[in-house]
């Protein structure tokens, strides 16, 4: 018989860089950094304004870092968004009818 280990839900299970922020949402932080960065390469190459891209960039950087930081749930914000969107699609709507009364 196999028996599961009870893991309070204030305790983290991976390292992390800073209370609520991890390896893996480094990773995603700096994906996110990175195609925003590269879209914004190609406007600066239009628009030639080196404030823009470089505010661009930062603004994209410290979002992404407080929308992916865990509180102290374990949820983000992000979390937060994709749990209200699935919530939000799984109600359904039943019409009441009236009907005829027993008594």
Same mark, same amino acid.
């Given at each position: 018989?196999?028996? !599961?280990?009870?893991?309070?839900?204030?305790?983290?299970? =991976?390292?992390? %860089?800073?209370?609520?922020?991890?390896? /893996?949402? *480094? %990773?995603?932080? #700096?994906?996110? /950094?990175?195609? +925003?960065?590269? %879209?914004?390469?190609? %406007?600066?190459?239009?628009?030639?304004? *080196?404030? +823009?891209?470089?505010?661009?960039?930062?603004?994209?950087?410290?979002?992404?870092? /407080?929308?992916? @930081?865990? &509180? @102290? /749930?374990? $949820?983000?914000? #992000? &979390?937060?968004? !994709?749990?209200?969107?699935?919530? #939000?699609?799984? $109600?359904? =709507?039943?019409?009441? $009818?009236?009907?005829?009364?027993?008594?």
């Amino acid at each position: 018989m196999k028996r !599961k280990l009870y893991i309070p839900e204030s305790v983290r299970t =991976k390292s992390e %860089i800073f209370n609520g922020y991890g390896f /893996t949402q *480094l %990773i995603q932080t #700096a994906l996110i /950094t990175i195609i +925003v960065g590269v %879209i914004s390469f190609f %406007i600066y190459l239009f628009h030639g304004s *080196l404030p +823009v891209l470089i505010t661009t960039i930062l603004i994209t950087c410290a979002s992404s870092v /407080t929308l992916l @930081a865990k &509180d @102290a /749930t374990n $949820q983000s914000v #992000a &979390d937060y968004v !994709k749990n209200m969107i699935r919530f #939000a699609r799984s $109600q359904k =709507k039943y019409g009441y $009818q009236n009907g005829k009364e027993l008594f």
